[in-house]
């Protein structure tokens, strides 16, 4: 599976952004897809995913009320609407698929077999 990650750039605060993941080599029917995110000298952190089999969705806490994940299964792509951006939200923000992930392990990067390149965020204030 090769992913494309794509969508960033440079945003107010308070802006919003819509970031695709595109997936090829394979149909994600048993997949769940992710968005993780690294800010300057930070720790990858887990953003949201999704399972493309059932549709259920997974929100780090900062994510819930202002992210929003979805696949179109069509285009075999993921998207990441991201709402009222915060200069904290800046990033690398990167997309990764695993299949068959088992519920307690969708918020680990370690759970994810492939990863795309990233995609550079920028919140100014």
């Known amino acids: 599976v090769q992913l494309q990650a794509c969508g960033g750039g440079l945003v107010q605060a308070g802006d919003s952004l819509r970031l695709s993941c595109a997936a090829s080599?394979?149909?994600?029917?048993?997949?769940?897809t992710g968005w993780f995110r690294q800010a300057p000298g930070k720790e990858r952190e887990f953003v949201v995913a999704?399972?493309?089999?059932?549709?259920?969705?997974y929100y780090a806490d900062f994510a819930k009320d202002r992210f929003t994940v979805w696949r179109d299964n069509a285009k075999n792509t993921m998207y990441l609407l991201m709402n009222s951006l915060k200069p904290e939200d800046t990033a690398v923000y990167y997309c990764?698929?695993?299949?068959?992930?088992?519920?307690?392990?969708?918020?680990?990067?370690?759970?994810?077999?492939?990863w795309g390149q990233g995609t550079q965020v920028t919140v100014s204030s």
């Open positions: 999704i399972s493309w089999f059932s549709g259920v969705t």
């Open positions: 080599g394979r149909t994600l029917g048993s997949y769940v």
């Open positions: 990764a698929a695993s299949e068959r992930l088992i519920v307690s392990s969708v918020a680990r990067e370690s759970s994810y077999y492939y």
